[in-house]
């Protein structure tokens, strides 16, 4: 990108809704850039871990991942900025599993929980409310 003199931090979030990040940057006195992600990451497993209270996030929770020899972990926060926020949403490329064998969630304050057999779905966003107890689940 050319021309930006200067910006706020940049914004990652899957604008298209294609399974991958994207990244937006928007210039203090200028345009915006989008800058689209069209990398063939196979299998995305997209996790909002929801936080207590109806909040849409839990800052400070991690997403571990294991697909077949790959293991992932992510960590889920929402990068602020006074013009802009990233998606509180962990992308985890599976690459060509379309199954994660499991996913550990660890929320702060709370027991694990562990989901077995998680498919990957693109754009679709598993959705991990606060008031999911802590166990293993199929």
């Known amino acids: 990108v050319t021309?930006?003199?200067?910006?706020?931090?940049?914004?990652s979030a899957d604008?298209?809704?294609?399974?991958?990040?994207?990244?937006?940057?928007l210039g203090y006195q200028g345009r915006?850039?989008?800058?689209?992600?069209?990398?063939d990451q196979g299998s995305v497993l997209r996790v909002r871990v929801r936080g207590p209270g109806g909040s849409p996030s839990c800052?400070?929770?991690?997403v571990e991942v294991v697909a077949g020899e790959r293991r992932l972990v992510a960590q889920i926060g929402a990068s602020v900025s006074y013009m802009s926020q990233n998606e509180a949403i962990a992308h985890l490329a599976l690459g060509d599993t379309g199954v994660a064998d499991s996913l550990r969630i660890f929320r702060p304050g709370r027991a694990p929980l562990i989901l077995k057999s998680v498919p990957a779905g693109g754009a679709?966003?598993?959705?991990?409310?606060?008031e999911m107890e802590a166990g293993e689940r199929e």
Not at 124 to 130: A, G, K
């Open 15 to 25: 604008y298209d809704l294609d399974g991958d990040i994207d990244l937006l940057i």
């Open 32 to 39: 915006a850039y989008l800058l689209r992600n069209d990398s």
């Open 124 to 130: 679709r966003v598993l959705e991990i409310p606060w």
């Open 59 to 62: 800052p400070g929770a991690r």
């Open 3 to 11: 021309g930006v003199q200067a910006c706020a931090l940049p914004i």
